[in-house]
């Protein structure tokens, strides 16, 4: 009986302290999974989306934007607005929203703007594409992408010069070797094509408006100064196609070209010299004086007036010097300092520069140049009959028959 009771208690001790130990183990191990520095697993559950009202929400309120949530659906939202064509209210809300975002985003935002801008011109869309390229450069006016592509849309409305300036706009502010490369190319594109538009025509006027226009924007480019020689030269001013090219004497890699142009000059003036009467001139002010000859015998100093379409004579030398003269029974108007006025008009045996004669010549009598340093004025119904060129720096006019 003894025993027994003795084999009953040791079976109870070894229950409790079985059960102990398992308990303490069990703590021991929850214990240690709680310190555990495993790394979580990743969870099934999916994350709180942004629905894009609140994303509108967000567009309009950016200053309030959780950027790290929204900023996503914020792009979504603003390409859907710019889709619509709601580019004033997209562009009206770009410099607050703009200052809330990373830098990355930042880029982001900048490009979605312009490669819709892109698309709107790639879809034959140019006037959605200016209209929001105009708001965002308000804003972005150094974005080089930006400024090369409102240069194409201008080139693709035949506004080159407009686009000409546009790319040395972009030009000015392209800051790494890649971009001043680009902008280059696209300055040299342009202006090689609208050029050739302008020679295709002969329109040399619009053509040195460009060249000159060019040598102010990029003075150190001297094949500018070559094409503006060249242009001067269409024109007959081979004086300031010289000029022009003294300005490239310090390149070597043009000295080619201005040497060809220089051989042209000399030619062209060789030639001219065979027929042409040089007569001199003498300065009045911006204006040039001239020594002439009336009816084969009495001398008059005249000022040449190349917007004059008919001679003048003063009636105090003709009375003076007994000039006769054959009245047509005319009269015209005339501009002069004190306004316009009507007076007679005859005509006379010849005028003569340096031995360059125009018989019947008619000429207004006024009496405007009366105690002036002249007697009259030198107009076209005299240049006319010749090709002429005059020469400011040599004071010289050059007088060719046609």
Known sequence: M?????????????????????????????????GSTALPQTSNAASPSISP?????????????????TSASMFDVMLERLQRGEFEAVMAQYPGLHSTLSASDAVRHKRIIVDHARSLLESGQPVNAYALLSLYLKYEYRDISALLLMA???????????????????????????????????????????????????????????YERLTELEPEYTLH???????YLALGNAVDARQALALTEHDSSVSELANDINRRIETDMAADKQYAAEVSLRALGNQFLVDAVLNNAQNAVLLLDTGASLSIISPELLRMLGLPYQ??????????AG????????????????????????????????????????????????????????RKLQLSPH
């Open 327 to 336: 009245s047509t029974g005319r009269t015209a108007w005339f501009s002069t």
């Open 53 to 69: 009202a609140h994303a509108e929400h967000v567009l309009r309120q950016p200053g309030k934007a959780n950027q790290t949530i």
């Open 339 to 394: 306004g316009r006025i009507k007076a007679p008009v005859i005509t006379l045996a010849s005028l003569a520069l340096d031995g360059v004669v125009v018989e019947n010549i008619e000429v207004g009598v006024i009496g405007e140049f009366d105690n002036n340093s002249f007697d009259g004025l030198l107009g076209m119904n005299f240049l006319r009959h010749f090709e002429f060129f005059i020469d400011q720096n040599e």
């Open 225 to 231: 100064f070559i094409r503006l020689a060249e242009t």
């Open 152 to 210: 194409e849309i201008h080139q693709d409305a035949d506004n080159e010069m407009e686009a000409i300036e546009i790319l040395f706009q972009a030009r000015s502010y392209a800051y790494t070797p890649p971009l001043i490369e680009q902008a280059d190319s696209a300055i040299r594109s342009a202006v090689k094509h609208y050029s050739a538009q302008l020679l295709g025509r002969k329109d040399y006027i619009a053509q040195l408006n460009l």
């Open 2 to 34: 003894r025993l027994l009771a003795l084999l009953g208690c040791a079976f109870t001790l070894g229950w409790i302290f079985s059960w102990m130990y398992y308990d303490t183990s069990t703590t021991i191990a929850n214990s240690d999974s709680a």
